[in-house]
């Protein structure tokens, strides 16, 4: 992926981020889950800025039992890596597999043609 074509990547994963904050902004929190999808543009926002997570930094929105949960389901389903810090037994670094990234850049395609302006 180009420089220029993981700057929109980036922009329409944190307008989708925006999106889903502002909705729990408006209707109030338990009202919408969706951790799996959470987990997912956040990794992917992160691929695409060239940074690593771990947990902690996801559970920030979702709480930390949960990520650990669906970062299971995920790794199961080989969309994500999860791997243990040799230093930090006790932080799990979390990243999109180069499946997962297929499949969000998939995702991220297929937003414009509902919105082919943006």
């Known amino acids: 992926m180009n420089e220029e074509m993981a700057d929109r ?13 502002a909705r729990a902004e408006v209707f109030g929190d338990g009202l919408f889950a969706d951790p ?20 902690g930094d996801i559970a920030s929105d979702v709480p930390r039992s949960t990520v650990a ?16 810090d040799p230093v ?10 180069p499946t997962g990234e297929c499949k969000m850049s998939g995702v991220l395609a297929r937003l414009h043609e509902f919105h082919p302006a943006g």
């Open 9 to 21: 990547a980036l922009r329409d994963v944190e307008l989708v981020l925006r999106v889903r904050r």
């Open 36 to 55: 799996a999808w959470d987990i997912l543009l956040q990794l992917c926002a992160a691929n695409l800025q060239g940074r690593k997570l771990h947990l």
């Open 69 to 84: 949960r669906w970062a299971s389901v995920l790794e199961e389903r080989g969309l994500i890596r999860c791997s243990a």
């Open 88 to 97: 930090a037994s006790s932080t799990l670094w979390l990243s999109l597999s």
